[in-house]
């Protein structure tokens, strides 16, 4: 099968994130399978027009906020004639609206979360505004394809925009089979099992850890806000911050000013390696993020036996069994969410038995298996477009 991929990056780009990552643990596989895959999607600064990355054949073109404008362009001049089975939108913030553009081939798309308002606290309200509209389209310019979102917050969202739910499937995102080992737990738990021992010995007490990208959205000016009530109750609780984004700078200064220079540590971007070090060492993660897709860094900190405590919203709330796998507060609760902090670094307990829960949900997600319903769908696409014509 030949397929199109249309992102607005590739894993290689300096910018990328979850998105990104599941794009290239699904896609590489479906590759591997015997399928021919091509992914167009933006320049980066050093980066080639044209690229092969585990099997996917890379096109980049366009810069970061003209892609939207130029990927239909590009596709009708340079790409139509190949004649691909299926072209896949995996819409990453602002839609290319390839059915306006697409003669010939089904298209599908691909969605981890809506951004709604989200986009009045991250840019300039004018082009927030442009966008918000751009997505208010999808139900309209998108009603015949299939969606495939990666969870169940995300379908409700699609459902309460206006898109049918018989045309949305939800493919949860997989684990890297370096996480699956990261707790040694042992064989594979059952589904059902939910008493899988902890490692204690190789955490480290009172790490609290967070892992993403810096950005206005994710809120974590509130983690380190509810960090400053931790240090009340749990005076050698640290925080290290793992990852990079434009707030960085504004995070930093917060920290100095609450004296918390001693608590919280900025990492950077760190490789998988580091990653999966720092993870196994905290004794819990924190996400106060205003949305998610879904969570991919949830379900490794899951993996690695590190209960978490999250913001209740979309995405979060479906990475996260509250009371199971960690703890759900209100959205912009500091005080809500360094309680929960200061109970399970204080309850050890408690913690390791949501750590034994969580290692045993997080094995039941592998990337192996998202490609697998992601190749599934993408024919049901194909035959639909068929039986159509």
């Excluded at 080639?48 to 990355?53: F, G, H, K, L, N």
């Excluded at 096109?59 to 404008?69: E, M, P, Q, S």
């Excluded at 490794?300 to 703890?327: F, K, Q």
């Amino acid at each position: 099968m030949r397929i199109l991929v249309i992102n607005w990056r590739d894993i290689r780009n300096p910018e990328a994130g979850g998105a990104e990552v599941h794009l290239h643990e699904t896609f590489s596989r479906i590759a591997a399978w015997g399928n021919e895959v091509t992914l167009l999607c933006s320049r980066f600064p050093g980066a080639a027009d044209s690229d092969q990355i585990d099997g996917i054949d890379v096109i980049r073109h366009g810069g970061k906020w003209t892609f939207n404008f130029t990927a239909p362009w590009y596709y009708r001049r340079h790409l139509a004639h190949r004649s691909f089975d299926v072209v896949i939108e995996d819409l990453n913030k602002i839609p290319a609206l390839m059915p306006w553009f697409l003669d010939g081939p089904p298209l599908m798309v691909l969605l981890h979360h809506l951004f709604g308002t989200t986009f009045y606290r991250e840019i300039n309200p004018v082009l927030a505004t442009y966008l918000y509209f751009m997505e208010r389209l999808i139900p309209r310019v998108y009603r015949r394809c299939l969606f495939e979102a990666v969870s169940e917050s995300t379908r409700d969202e699609l459902v309460r925009m206006g898109v049918a739910a018989d045309r949305i499937s939800v493919v949860h995102n997989g684990l890297d089979a370096r996480f699956l080992d990261a707790a040694n737990m042992g064989p594979p738990a059952a589904p059902d099992r939910k008493e899988a021992p902890a490692a204690p010995d190789r955490k480290e007490a009172g790490l609290v850890i967070y892992l993403g990208r810096l950005k206005k959205y994710k809120n974590v000016d509130h983690l380190i806000q509810a960090m400053a009530i931790v240090r009340e109750k749990v005076p050698g609780a640290r925080l290290v911050i793992v990852g990079a984004g434009d707030r960085r700078r504004a995070l930093e200064a917060l920290t100095r000013s609450m004296g918390l220079d001693d608590a919280v540590q900025f990492t950077g971007f760190v490789s998988e390696a580091e990653k999966l070090r720092l993870l196994t060492r905290a004794e819990v993660a924190a996400y106060p993020s205003s949305k998610e897709g879904w969570g991919i860094t949830v379900i490794e900190a899951n993996a690695c036996g590190v209960p978490v405590v999250a913001a209740r919203v979309p995405g979060l709330r479906d990475a996260v069994v509250d009371g199971e796998t960690g703890v759900l507060v209100p959205l912009g609760d500091r005080e809500a969410m360094a309680r929960a902090l200061i109970d399970l670094l204080h309850d050890r307990e408690k913690r390791e038995w949501l750590a034994g829960n969580a290692v045993a949900r997080s094995r039941l997600y592998t990337w192996d298996s998202t490609a697998r319903e992601t190749l599934r769908l993408i024919r049901r696409s194909v035959e639909e477009s068929t039986d159509a014509a």
